[in-house]
């Protein structure tokens, strides 16, 4: 295997413990800072070539938000990696109990091409705060940004303990044949199920962050203008190429007339009279994804957008109406700059179709009334939800962020990402005095014996008080 090597050898480098102290993790953390910041201008010159990334939005996504990780995770480093007391029963009350944090020891982060830069280094952040060596593979599909990862990024990390691999499907393919000791996977479903089948060879613990189609309900009582702006900003952020942009808005046909000039106004806003034209819109990422995209505006009729580019990878920001749940845009998730509406009665029918698909990586739902809001969190199921916004909740590293079913397994961001990176090995440590103690568990054993453990051992359920 070409990658049996370069895994054997950060292996090495795992065993002999140098990645386990935390100024190894703080200095190597400090490094992915300096990355950031001397490297920001080569970061948004990569995006924008592979992708037409405005500055603005490469700047967020890319860098601001990667730093918000880091600073997070150098900010609570300390406390994160303490031993954890937890309680213990009578038997156990003179030992100490504690949950250590260890390392699991040689990970793979494969990134994908939307967010080339983000996606590979929050979760490269945790995995090296939580003390491990990483291989970690770009996504061939953006070029630019995958030659900076390989080429730059290196420079800045111990290369014992950190690699990067540039591969297609055929040499990912032959990667995934090694032994790790966790693989962190962001991509489709198609490919995260050949992944989760070359983990399961080895027993290895995986993390699948996937995708999915992400409900958008807008109901009859709101600020239309407002709706219409977020959801926009959502839809067509990164030229709509977002796992958890709203991939379809449910709402009545009342309120679908209000939104469009809402939309085609905020669009206007935005992009100006031809997003094409406009600095803060980019392209679809290559002509494979172009084409997938362009036939999808099949569906339904075009009410605001629609004109496409090929030689561009332009496709206008675009809303579609009259779309069936069984068009073929509501059978896959879009990836681009399109939204279509699809027109249900009210909120249990909106609820329902959601149900009827598998479990999206996020549901939103707009309302003035936030009962409304509440019954479509209460009564559906998704990675994430926000509510009265898109996008905002992936903002916060207090949030766990991670998909549930055919959305992915597993969540990071924050603390949760040093946790997905990190084994929690219970610990028992006990004196070896005290043998009298024991003697009641040993052979031959009595009822009275039994007894005796039992009330020494046995966690008792508490007691309901209710105050008349």
């Not at 090995?425 to 054993?445: F, I």
Request: glycine share 8%.
């Amino acid at each position: 295997n070409p990658y049996a090597g370069l895994v054997s050898r950060l292996r090495a480098a795992w065993l002999t413990g140098k990645t386990r102290p935390m100024q190894y993790r703080v200095a190597q953390l400090e490094a992915l800072g300096r990355f950031l910041g001397e490297k920001k201008q080569d970061i948004l010159e990569a995006t924008a070539a592979d992708m037409g990334k405005p500055p603005f939005e490469a700047e967020f996504s890319e860098i601001l938000l990667c730093r918000n990780e880091l600073h997070e995770t150098l900010n609570n480093l300390g406390t994160w990696m303490k031993d954890e007391h937890v309680d213990r029963n009578l038997v156990t009350q003179l030992d100490s109990a504690f949950i250590r944090k260890d390392p699991y020891g040689v990970v793979l982060i494969i990134a994908p091409w939307n967010y080339p830069i983000h996606l590979i280094l929050v979760p490269l952040i945790g995995a090296i705060a939580a003390g491990n060596c990483v291989i970690i593979k770009p996504s061939e599909m953006t070029k630019n940004s995958e030659r900076l990862v390989a080429e730059v990024l290196p420079t800045y990390l111990d290369n014992d303990c950190f690699a990067v691999v540039t591969a297609g499907v055929q040499e990912t393919t032959r990667l995934l044949e090694n032994k790790f000791d966790y693989i962190f996977f962001t991509g489709n479903p198609t490919v995260g199920r050949i992944v989760m089948t070359a983990a399961a060879k080895h027993l290895t613990p995986i993390t699948l962050e996937l995708g999915g189609k992400n409900p958008c309900y807008v109901s009859d009582t709101c600020d239309v203008q407002n709706v219409a702006r977020r959801v926009a900003w959502g839809r067509f952020f990164n030229a709509g190429q977002t796992c958890i942009a709203p991939d379809y808005v449910l709402c009545s046909v009342e309120m679908r007339e209000k939104l469009l000039p809402a939309l085609s106004k905020a669009i206007t806003e935005f992009y100006g009279p031809n997003p094409r034209e406009s600095p803060d819109f980019g392209r679809i990422v290559g002509d494979k994804h172009f084409q997938r995209v362009q036939k999808l505006l099949g569906s339904g009729h075009v009410a605001i957008g629609g004109q496409t580019d090929e030689k561009e990878r332009y496709i206008a920001p675009t809303v579609l109406v009259d779309v069936l749940p069984s068009d073929s845009i509501m059978q896959e998730e879009i990836f681009g700059p399109v939204l279509p509406i699809v027109t249900v009665a009210n909120v249990d029918e909106a609820i329902a179709l959601i149900n009827s698909h598998e479990q999206p990586l996020a549901v939103y739902a707009f309302s003035s009334d936030d009962k409304v809001v509440n019954q479509v969190l209460e009564r559906t199921s998704s990675g994430g939800f926000c509510g009265n916004d898109t996008l905002m909740h992936v903002t916060l590293t207090s949030l766990p962020f991670g998909g549930m079913g055919t959305s992915g397994l597993g969540m990071y961001h924050g603390k949760f990402t040093f946790d997905t990176f990190t084994h929690h090995r219970g610990c028992l440590h006990r004196s070896m005095g005290r043998e009298a103690l024991n003697a009641l568990r040993y052979p031959p054993y009595s009822q009275h014996k039994l007894g005796i453990v039992r009330a020494a051992s046995e966690v008792k359920r508490k007691g309901n008080c209710t105050l008349l």
